[in-house]
């Protein structure tokens, strides 16, 4: 399977970066397109195909990304509509709030023919195999295509069919949250600054903390607050420093940053 990247941003140059560590896809089957020479560079010496044109990635890849600001998703779709083959590619477009009905408005052709079309939101951990992205089906979309698709994204961490009303939700849980999740190292991090550990030392603590917390959770299946019960005890340390937190508004303020970000 041939696929192409437009756009070598933040991240399509994850996705890139994603599908050169990974096995799913051949190098020389990847090309990445962008106006930067820097980043064209960047990615051929990665061993990938590098191109300024969009019409030329667009071209024989059997899946095409687009993967640009919104505001910039009209005008490339429309540079790429002509040469694209609506009977052997798939479009998957990466940008959060570009809806279903603007991108059929923008390719169909004569006749009412649209291109199989999906909306898509991974993370920037994408480049380390570890995205949690979300997919949804968005035109004209036939079975063995979501197939494709979810087994593209799989390859790159995990993924979830979705339906497109609920990607701004994934978009802040996952895309978004992977900045909350930073924010929280950060704070915890400076903590252990202030109880005295060096800075460095104080990150790997906490990085290694969370990463224990993920495992423990995949591997037995609990409830969060069902691990937490294992850890606290009447009068202990742990407890306390929950209560504390709470009492801050700790889980309070996770959910409404959520919710902020999904508005």
């Not at 949690?132 to 994204?153: C, G, R, S, Y």
Request: proline content about 3%; overall charge negative; charged content about 20%.
């Amino acid at each position: 399977m041939k696929i192409s990247i437009i756009g070598a941003g933040a991240m399509g140059g994850a996705m890139a970066e994603g599908l050169i560590k990974g096995d799913y896809i051949k190098n020389e089957d990847i090309c990445i397109a962008d106006p930067s020479r820097i980043s064209r560079d960047k990615f051929a010496d990665m061993g990938i195909t590098a191109t300024p044109s969009n019409q030329l990635a667009a071209q024989g890849a059997d899946v095409v990304c687009v993967v640009v600001k919104p505001w910039l998703v009209e005008q490339v779709l429309k540079g790429i509509c002509e040469v694209m083959d609506y009977d052997k590619q798939i479009l998957i477009v990466v940008a959060a709030g570009v809806k279903s009905e603007s991108i059929k408005e923008w390719m169909t052709k004569d006749g009412g023919k649209m291109i199989p079309t999906f909306l898509v939101i991974p993370n920037i951990a994408i480049a380390q195999l570890a995205s949690m992205t979300f997919i949804a089906p968005a035109v004209a979309v036939e079975p063995q295509q979501i197939d494709v698709v979810k087994n593209l994204f799989d390859s790159m961490g995990k993924s979830i069919m979705t339906d497109e009303q609920h990607l701004g939700a994934g978009t802040t849980l996952a895309s978004c949250g992977i900045a909350y999740a930073m924010r929280y190292i950060r704070a915890a991090a400076e903590g252990g600054v202030e109880l005295g550990f060096k800075a460095d030392d104080a990150k790997q603590i906490v990085m290694q903390t969370m990463k224990g917390a993920v495992e423990l959770l995949e591997a037995t299946g609990l409830h969060p607050e069902a691990a937490i019960d294992l850890v606290t005890t009447p009068g202990g340390v742990t407890i306390k420093g929950l209560n504390e937190m709470e009492h801050a508004g700790f889980t309070s303020s996770v959910i409404k940053g959520l919710k902020a970000g999904a508005k």
